[in-house]
């Protein structure tokens, strides 16, 4: 039990040294991860819309 004590205070201890994100850089986070998302889901949409016009127009004719 003493252990698992000693533990928790050393987890708060290092939390407490932790240097938080603010409210601000956390949104601008979030949407550079949603933009780089979506762009990347544009591309291989993209990809895959000109794979499969090249794929009915040349083999399956």
């Known amino acids: 039990?003493?252990?698992?004590?000693?533990?928790?205070?050393?987890?708060?201890a290092e939390?407490?040294?932790v240097n938080w994100p603010s409210r601000e850089q956390?949104?601008?986070?979030?949407?550079?991860?949603?933009g780089i998302s979506l762009a990347t889901a544009a591309f291989?949409?993209?990809l895959d819309w000109i794979f499969q016009t090249l794929l009915k127009t040349?083999?399956?004719k």
């Not at 039990?1 to 708060?12: D, G």
């Open 26 to 34: 956390t949104i601008n986070y979030t949407l550079i991860v949603i």
């Open 58 to 60: 040349f083999i399956l």
């Open 44 to 46: 291989l949409g993209g």
């Open 1 to 12: 039990m003493n252990s698992i004590t000693q533990f928790l205070k050393e987890a708060k």
């Open 15 to 17: 939390l407490e040294k």
